[in-house]
């Protein structure tokens, strides 16, 4: 649910970056963060959990163009990757406009993957939430390791409603900015249909 400041003529949405624990959420964050212009971006901020390797979430807004007059700004969060902070990750979750959802391609990560991917269908339920409306990408990470699953077996197990789906390897940049040009499509045509 988009956030409107009359005042600076802006639309504030809200893209949330979900997923398992050590997939890739947060290196999609820090590497949009670090080839962004200056101009165009605010600042990273990041919370520190008791387990060191998870950021709580990334913050960074992104102009993208005009909307009905509007400037429109993305703020883009991830969430704890640990089933441990299912309070954490439903708090960040308030007032999302888009997800995606980033896949550890990895054969022994599909269980943490569909836990995950569960969570997050649970989690935009009990906000009230309609999954099956919801701007949705699914980004397969981790592509370029040697027990990465074939793309048509992980679309078997994750693919739910016909989103687009990038595959990436996050740290190399590869598949991350498509990842996000998808969503923030996605966003903008819900804004534009003023839903």
């Known amino acids: 649910m988009s956030f409107i400041n009359f005042a600076a003529r802006e639309i504030n949405c809200k893209i949330v970056y979900y997923g398992p624990g050590l997939g890739g959420k947060t290196t999609n964050l820090q590497w949009i963060f670090e080839r962004t212009g200056e101009q165009q971006k605010g600042?990273?901020?990041?919370?520190?959990t008791e387990t060191e390797r998870t950021l709580f979430f990334d913050f960074l807004p992104l102009d993208l163009g005009t909307v009905r007059g509007f400037k429109t700004r993305i703020h883009l969060y991830t969430v704890p990757g640990q089933v441990f902070y299912d309070a954490s990750r439903k708090l960040i979750l308030r007032g999302v406009d888009g997800v995606?959802?980033?896949?550890?391609?990895?054969?022994?990560?599909?269980?943490a993957n569909t836990e995950a991917l569960d969570n997050l269908q649970e989690n935009l339920k009990e906000h009230g939430y309609d999954f099956t409306r919801i701007p949705y990408v699914l980004q397969l990470n981790k592509r370029d390791l040697p027990n990465a699953m074939p793309v048509d077996t992980l679309k078997k197990e994750l693919w739910k409603k016909d989103e687009p789906v990038v595959e990436a390897v996050a740290f190399q940049g590869v598949g991350v900015?498509?990842?996000?040009?998808a969503v923030a499509k996605l966003v903008l045509v819900e804004l534009k249909q003023g839903s």
């Open 177 to 181: 900015f498509e990842t996000l040009k």
């Open 43 to 48: 600042k990273m901020i990041s919370l520190a």
């Open 100 to 111: 995606v959802f980033v896949a550890d391609s990895q054969e022994e990560r599909m269980d």
